[in-house]
């Protein structure tokens, strides 16, 4: 299985201020998304992290509030910014492999803004 | 789009008997996969078991087994033997096989609750 680590795990942040989310995996994979997960609610969606060229967004996401980053196979950042109460949510990154034909999840960001 | 309904917010049962979870979808495609998650409390969600289209034959997993019906574009999850680590919030999932993008649309889920 793929093995995928977030940082951080959880954070308390300022309405306004910005706060970039890492997501490692242990093997190369081509696809890497993320997803926010608000309070008790299902998983949404935020984009697919490109290898190389830009983050391919969801409709309601935009790159100026979410601006991704994918410098290699095994790497991918996510950055929340200018930060309001109403982004509090988790944020999990996962991993597509087609060596076990299944997604991955990380263990998720807990993002609390105040 | 692709839409998943899940529409039992919450269930329990009692540890060692059988549950059923329900799940509908609403596809124009005919290949896909059909996946059922689960996420224990603040804990890491993890693929409980998973269903090609073009198959058949209900996918099992141990305890975990699926009752899929193309036609009423059904998925339900039965669980049997419950125990209490079975405890936790249930997604269905649908991804489209054809094509590179490999996206998962998520119902909303279901708590349930596998009580001593």
């Known amino acids: 299985s793929a093995v995928i680590s977030q940082k951080p795990s959880r954070d308390i942040c300022q309405r306004g201020t910005s706060l970039t989310i890492q997501c490692q995996v242990d093997?190369?994979?081509?696809?890497m998304f993320w997803y926010r997960q608000q309070p008790g609610q299902s998983l949404t969606l935020i984009a697919t992290?490109?290898?190389?060229?830009?983050?391919?967004?969801e409709s309601g996401f935009v790159i100026d509030k979410f601006p991704i980053s994918r410098p290699n196979l095994t790497f991918s950042t996510l950055t929340v910014s200018n930060m309001s109460p109403e982004d509090s949510s988790i944020y999990l990154c996962?991993?597509?492999?087609?060596?076990?034909?299944?997604?991955?999840f990380g263990p998720g960001t807990r993002l609390t803004v105040l | 789009a692709q839409t998943v309904t899940q529409s039992q917010p919450e269930m329990s049962v009692q540890e060692a008997e059988t549950v059923t979870l329900s799940c509908t979808y609403d596809t124009s495609e005919n290949n896909y996969y059909l996946f059922w998650y689960k996420q224990p409390p603040s804990r890491q969600m993890i693929l409980v078991i998973r269903?090609?289209?073009?198959?058949?034959q209900n996918a099992t997993e141990n305890r975990f087994s699926v009752n899929f019906q193309k036609a009423a574009k059904s998925f339900s999850l039965k669980i049997s033997d419950s125990q209490l680590g079975d405890t936790a919030m249930y997604f269905c999932a649908f991804m489209k096989s054809r094509g590179s993008n490999y996206k998962l649309t998520f119902g909303k889920g279901t708590l349930l609750t596998v009580n001593p």
């Open positions: 269903q090609e289209a073009y198959k058949q």
């Open positions: 992290a490109n290898q190389g060229s830009e983050a391919t967004y």
């Open positions: 093997s190369q994979v081509t696809m």
């Open positions: 996962s991993v597509w492999t087609s060596a076990y034909n299944e997604q991955f």
